[in-house]
């Protein structure tokens, strides 16, 4: 039998319990893992990308008004103090040694563009596949911009990847019918993510960049 004495401890207990539970610190939330963005995302096989593209609107670009690339907020934090571009250096590149503030200081990345190596992250870009500006110019300005955020920072599908930094600015934000990749190895990989990216976010082609990427594509045969 539990005696009155008793019953009056554990009501105290359980009030003092009550008192405190505001200033217990909740568990803390993990953030997300670099283990999880390791691996370069696979665009899907030629033949599926070629379906995607018979699904997109066709149509000329859209206006450029109101563009800026500050629309679009890019690397942004993953997990620590690691951001986008970090996460996609150690993710595409070998040997990555990064610091306390999770800074590539050595490594070597490989540049499939241009099909060159190099020993520095200075000299990489992380190149969006599908550029803002044209994500712009095909739906994206109707977009929120928390939608923007998603697409510039997407390490889920093929969109991101470690460059030269000069193929990247070769490239700018022209469309594949505009500028393809030197390397033509590339062309099957390079086409089957930009479609697949095109498709993924529901954007626009114009006719010419879609004759251009079903060449590409061809390549993949």
Known sequence: MITSRARRRVAA???????????????????PSAASHRVTPEPPAADAVRAELDGLKVEPPHSMSGYSRA?????????????TREVVLSRDGSGVTQDSMCRA??????????????????KVDIDHMVPLANAWRSGADNWATDRRK??????????LYAVSASSNRSKGDQSPDQWSPPNQDFWCVYSRSWGHIKSVYGLSVTQPEKDKLVAMLDTCD
């Open 150 to 159: 998603a697409f510039a920072n997407d390490l889920d599908n093929a969109q």
């Open 105 to 122: 200081v050595a490594g070597s990345w490989y540049s499939p563009y241009d099909d060159k190596t190099l020993d520095s992250a200075s």
């Open 13 to 31: 207990v359980l009030g003092l319990a009550a008192a405190l539970a505001p200033f217990v610190a909740a568990p803390a939330v993990s953030a």
């Open 71 to 83: 629309r679009f907020p890019h690397w942004i934090k993953q997990y620590g103090e690691c951001d």
